[in-house]
Every structure is written in structure tokens, then in C-alpha cells.
């Protein structure tokens, strides 16, 4: 292992009649509360007893704040120690959870950098067509720690689970330059041993997005970067011959050492470039998994990085584009 110097909207609130949204192919109708004689009949409660919501494991959210409110979408579902998808497209049954378990009023448990900064109340969700496949989001009022007023990326648990962590000081890492120096290190290292041509303007302009954080489990800095060739990292269609590099590098002493990479030749695989989101400890397994957001020629979608008998592997995408995820 080489080491390297330390140098939209359906409103969810009360209202007559139903809404109906398209999704994936699927009818979601978001129903306003149950009067009083409604509440009593049999098809009022007929949903619920289908299908109670406890049967899913806790929904993981993501997205931006801005201001005093944030949307997030929803990643997938946690089962165990994985995350799958959620809803499953061909299950109606799952879908109609799911506004249940995004319906105005619910309360949502916010973490950043690995630990608890606040709560989202919902109020209002709508689907985001931008993403691949469809994804339900969910927008409303932030209440944060006072030392969370800058950030903007956040992850989500849904406060009924009581899978929280106790309140902890955000403290957001800014990137120096030795880590910056490290990341083109490691980039120059692995663009021959994947047989791809080096960006003729250099590493510098290549590289598109570097990040530093620490996590739970590892000890030291953690830094990621993302290295474009002929291609952005948006969505927006790639050049000839593009390609997305995607690199963590974990601290040792006064070194760092390749962790993982993501090498994405868009003529084999189409256009996928991951970028570092957030990362959290969400299966409360002592070690925090990462969580990336993917760009496409057309959309975009998730993918997730976890430790496994020491090694950093890829223990979820989104199924989309040509590649098909093998699980590492």
C-alpha cells in the first residue's frame, strides 16, 4: 500500500381531496388526515394494518439547507448493516409507507460530519425527478446546535427510531495544504496503474473536489478527492474519452495511504463521478460509512463506502447507468 508525505411541491398539510403523484411508474396518493368518522371505518385503516410501518428499517435521508429550512431526499433504508433501496419501484405497498413515514409533522433526527446537529420537521414533500431513480424528498424547519449554523450538507434518521447519538460540538475540518499535496500524490500514483491518460492541463485542474474530515473508527484525518478528465463533476454530458477518479486517503502519523479509489472510464461504464457527501455511523456499528453523490450525463444518484475486514469497499449504488454494482 503506497503512503504518501504529509505535505416543488405536494403539500402535506391538511386539505380536501387527494393528491396524486407519479413516481417511477407508481400512483402515490397523498392523503390529507382522516376525520373523526373516517378515522372509525374499516378503509380508513386499512393501510396501516397492511402494512405497519415498523415492518422497514429506518429511512436514510440526505440533501441541503439552506437557511432555516432544508429538502432532503430519501438514500435508502437501513437493513442491518447495509443500506438497500427504498421504496422497492414495483411495490405500491412500500410507496404508500413511505408517505406515512414522510407525512407532515414528522420529525427527522439531522447529523453532519458524523455527529447529531439537530432536528428537520417536515411540512412539505415532493419528488425529485433529477435523480436516478425518482426520489421522494421531503422539505421543512431546521432546529440547530449553534455550532451547525454555517453547514449545508446533512444526513437524516427519523427521531422514532431511537437509533440517535447524544449531541456532540460540530466542528467542521478544513482541508491544508499537505492534505491537498497528498491527494495528487495518490491520484499520480493511480492513473497509470489504471491505464488511464493523464490530464494534460495537469492534476491541479483535474482535480474538481477535495474534502477532510475524521471519522468514527479511523484514527487521524480522512481526506477525498474527485479527479475529472474532459468531463465536470455535475450532470452534464462527458467529453471523448472522459473518465472520473475518486480517491480517499487515510492518515498515518505524518503520512497517508491510499484507502480506496473509484476509476470510471465513461466509455465502459457511462458517466458516473462520485464526490465525498457526508458520513455517518449509520448502522451503529462503531465505524462510520461514507456516503457519495454520483453525477451522470443525465442525473444523478448514491452510492455508499464502508470498512470491511479493514478494507474501504463500495457497499452500495443506486441502480444506474450501464454499470452494473457488484458490491466492492
Known amino acids: 500500500m503506497q503512503r504518501y508525505l504529509l ?40 393501510p396501516l394494518d397492511t402494512l405497519p410501518v415498523e415492518t422497514h428499517g429506518p429511512l436514510l435521508l440526505a440533501g441541503l439547507r439552506s437557511g432555516s429550512r432544508a429538502t432532503l431526499v430519501v438514500v435508502g433504508e437501513l437493513d442491518g448493516d447495509t443500506l438497500a433501496p427504498f421504496p422497492d419501484p414495483s411495490s405500491l405497498q412500500e410507496a404508500e409507507a413511505l408517505t406515512t413515514l414522510t407525512r407532515a409533522g414528522s420529525r427527522w433526527t439531522l447529523f453532519s460530519e458524523g455527529v447529531r446537529v439537530g432536528t428537520l420537521i417536515v411540512d412539505t414533500a415532493t419528488v425529485e425527478q433529477d435523480f436516478c431513480p425518482s426520489k421522494l424528498s421531503v422539505s421543512g424547519m431546521v432546529e440547530l446546535v449553534p455550532t451547525a449554523n454555517g453547514l449545508e450538507r446533512l444526513l437524516a434518521l427519523p427521531e422514532s427510531t431511537n437509533r440517535t447519538l447524544a449531541y456532540e460540538p460540530y ?39 477535495v474534502q477532510a474530515f475524521e471519522m468514527a473508527g479511523s484514527p487521524g484525518t480522512t481526506i477525498a478527492a474527485t479527479f475529472m478528465y ?61 456516503l457519495l453523490d454520483v453525477f451522470g450525463s443525465e442525473s444523478r444518484w448514491f452510492a455508499a463506502l464502508a470498512k470491511r475486514n479493514g478494507e474501504w469497499i463500495r457497499t452500495y449504488q443506486d441502480a444506474c447507468g450501464p454499470e452494473q454494482f457488484s458490491g466492492s
Not at 405536494?10 to 373516517?38: H, K, Q, Y
Not at 489504471?194 to 482535480?207: D, H, S
Open 171 to 209: 466542528r467542521e475540518i478544513n482541508h491544508v495544504y499537505d492534505q491537498r499535496v497528498a491527494t495528487l500524490s495518490m491520484a499520480s500514483a493511480a492513473i497509470p496503474r489504471v491505464g488511464a491518460a493523464f490530464p494534460p492541463n495537469g492534476l491541479l485542474a483535474a482535480r474538481q473536489d
Open 230 to 290: 474532459e468531463d465536470e463533476l455535475a450532470i452534464a454530458p462527458p467529453g471523448q474519452d472522459a473518465y472520473s477518479l475518486f480517491l480517499v486517503g487515510t492518515q498515518d502519523g505524518e503520512l497517508y495511504q491510499e484507502a480506496f479509489i473509484w476509476y470510471r472510464p465513461v466509455e465502459d461504464a457511462g458517466k458516473g463521478a462520485p464526490r465525498y457527501f457526508n458520513h455517518l455511523d449509520w448502522d451503529n456499528d462503531g465505524q462510520a460509512e461514507i
Open 7 to 46: 505535505a416543488i411541491a405536494v403539500i402535506l398539510t391538511a386539505a380536501t381531496g387527494c393528491d396524486n403523484v407519479a413516481w417511477g411508474g407508481l400512483d402515490i396518493e397523498l392523503r390529507p388526515p382522516p376525520t373523526s368518522s373516517e378515522s372509525n371505518s374499516p378503509e380508513a385503516l386499512a
